[in-house]
């Protein structure tokens, strides 16, 4: 049975990388037929709407979602509810994309695109597992309104234990997978919600006697991620604080061109895209680094279609490119090759043989 992929290009730099990235989809000759369709900006221009009903139909028949990136400085006028990025929220919510995947690798080769010391972020490898669809982003009752005289704001952090349950089984498959330890990351001393997402994690902890569970609380972790990174393999945590920590994580790397990133549902049918936005400041100059949304399609492979050897051998491949010296303006340095996107992507391909 052929997968299907659902491929939203989108706009500014995203035609350009997911072009790379079918590529070298395209040289493992696995059983993929794909779905093209239009997302954000170029769906605007098409049809007036950034998330339109023949895009819907797409992701949903679709085994997984390869996305570029959406938006721009030509869409940035238009009202709120009109913009690029309400496809991106349209999309994930559509599809309930619950769990967030974001992996923070360093390949030894950029060590120096780093602030931290080499020393300090060389080799790093960590995943940190976000909640997507719940906590006070989207807890009820939320508002401003006038007590006493004067304005108040108000949120509701809330979690059900089922949320809490099935991102944690996530969260523990992945580890699973890689080093086997888990780090959950909450704040309990002072939260309820938090101590609850405490007791959920230890209890589903049995189920899973190879895997470590830790826990740690969201101030410590932050320190943590920039004193010594490498003691992680998989973080687990709540919508808010995954927000914070993972791009705290992204930029432990220093090379934002490199970071993939998954959306899974409970189906294991996911949403793959480059951590980057649309670079519309480099958009047609076929510079941009196509290597996270090579990343994020190994991602697909492994996530929902539990390709394991065909997800090793792009992530091998990329590594060899980078061994090799080529590197794209992002993340060039002095002693290394220029190359532009087409030429990564080919480098790629050449590297999976
Ligand atoms: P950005 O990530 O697009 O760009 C930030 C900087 O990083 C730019 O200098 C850009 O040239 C560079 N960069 C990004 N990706 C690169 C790559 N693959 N190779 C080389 N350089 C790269 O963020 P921004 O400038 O804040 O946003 C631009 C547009 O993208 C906005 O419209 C924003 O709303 C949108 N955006 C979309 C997503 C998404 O689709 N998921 C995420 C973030 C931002």
């Keep these: ?26 040289a493992l000759a696995l059983p993929i037929e794909y779905e093209y369709a239009l997302l954000g900006g170029a769906a605007i221009d098409a049809t007036g709407e950034p998330y339109p009903e023949a895009t819907r139909e797409a992701a949903r028949r679709a085994d997984a979602v390869l996305l570029g990136a959406v938006g721009g400085p030509k869409w940035d006028e238009l009202p709120r509810a009109q913009r690029p990025e309400r496809g991106l929220l349209g999309i994930r919510k559509d599809l309930g994309l619950f769990a967030n995947l974001r992996p923070a690798v360093l390949f030894p080769e950029l060590a120096s695109a780093s602030a931290l010391k080499p020393e300090v972020v060389s080799g790093l ?28 704001g108000f949120n509701t952090m809330i979690y059900r234990e089922s949320e809490i349950r099935r991102i944690g089984r996530v969260a523990f498959e992945t580890a699973r997978r890689r080093g086997k330890k888990l780090c959950s990351v909450d704040k309990m001393n002072v939260l309820e919600t938090t101590q609850l ?3 959920v994690m230890n209890e589903l902890a049995p189920e899973y006697p190879d895997v470590t569970l830790t826990h740690m609380l969201v101030d410590n972790a932050a320190m943590q991620l920039v004193r010594a990174p490498k003691q992680f393999d998989v973080i687990v945590t709540g919508n ?12 432990l790397t220093g090379s934002i061109g490199m970071l993939p990133s998954a959306s899974l549902d ?8 480059p951590c980057h936005g649309s670079a519309p400041d480099i958009a047609g100059q076929g510079v941009a680094n196509p290597l996270a949304t090579i ?7 492994r996530h929902s279609f539990g390709w394991e050897e065909a997800a090793a051998r792009i992530e091998r491949a990329v590594r060899a490119v980078l061994a090799q010296g080529l590197r794209t303006r992002d993340i060039f340095e002095p002693g290394t090759r220029l190359v532009g996107t087409a030429e990564m ?3 790629v391909v050449a590297a999976l043989r």
């Excluded at 990343?295 to 492979?301: D, K, Q, R, V």
Aim: proline fraction near 3%; charge should be negative; include cysteine.
């Design 345 to 347: 992507g080919e480098a």
């Design 266 to 273: 409970e189906q294991g049918k996911g949403l793959y895209e």
């Design 197 to 199: 997402w405490r007791d």
């Design 295 to 301: 990343l994020s399609a190994a991602m697909m492979l």
């Design 125 to 152: 490898d960590i995943v940190i597992v976000r909640e997507l669809t719940g906590d006070i982003y989207f807890g009820e009752p939320r508002g401003i309104e006038v007590r006493d005289g004067e304005r108040v």
């Design 1 to 26: 049975m052929k997968k299907r992929v659902c491929v939203l290009p989108g706009d500014g730099i995203g035609p350009e990388i997911v072009a790379e990235a079918v590529k070298v989809l395209d």
């Design 240 to 251: 808010m604080f995954g927000d914070i920590l993972s791009d705290e994580a992204a930029m």
